[in-house]
């Protein structure tokens, strides 16, 4: 594949250092040519230095053809901007965009863009090192957004079983979480469920 990342820092250069080793053809661009130090010496990708917003700019960094593009400089709003230029002037399928303000993650994805927030994965992994899975999480899977999120068993459920739930459309029971916090992946829906457990359901939204 060939794969566009916009932004060198420790996040860009890891992600083009990891795609390059698995044999992708790979091209960094960067506005500041000092950030390309943070690359591995054995680097096989081309870098260019250039402000990541100007068509002349990608054009000239060879976008053309492109098969995905990482937009994960540290600045939200040239990743957005690069995103949408991906989408909508270059076509590009498969386009990811780091969203470091959480709040600015829902506005994002109202352009119909996959994005990655730093922020929300760590407060998820710290929450969910308790044992407290709660709320809901997004991720992307090929060209659709997949999310999961949780719900304590309901009161009129205690004692009957799984398939007992009524699901929506495109949604699966995935796990359950008893009050112990162990964590049983669901392989079929044939059991009782209990007072205290935690139902982990998955869905495709889009």
Known sequence: MNIFVVGCG???????????????DIVVIDKD????????????????????????????????????????SADDNVNLMV????????NIEKVVARVSDSEKEAFFSTFGLTTVCPTNLTVDSLVSSLGDFTGENCFAIKNHTVKMFSAPVPKNLYGERALDITLEENEILYAV?????????????????????????SKIVD
């Open 10 to 24: 420790k996040i860009g250069s890891e992600v083009a250092a990891r795609f390059s080793e698995y044999g992708h």
């Open 33 to 72: 040519e000092k950030n390309f130090d943070n690359l591995p010496d054995d680097f096989g990708g081309i870098t260019y230095c250039g402000v990541p917003i100007d068509e002349d700019t990608l054009d000239r960094a060879g976008i053309h053809g492109c098969d995905a593009l990482f937009a994960v």
């Open 83 to 90: 995103a949408q230029l991906a989408k909508t002037v270059y």
């Open 177 to 201: 979480i008893s009050a112990e916090g162990d964590v049983r992946l669901v392989n079929n829906y044939n059991f009782i469920l209990n007072e205290g457990e935690t139902l982990v359901f």
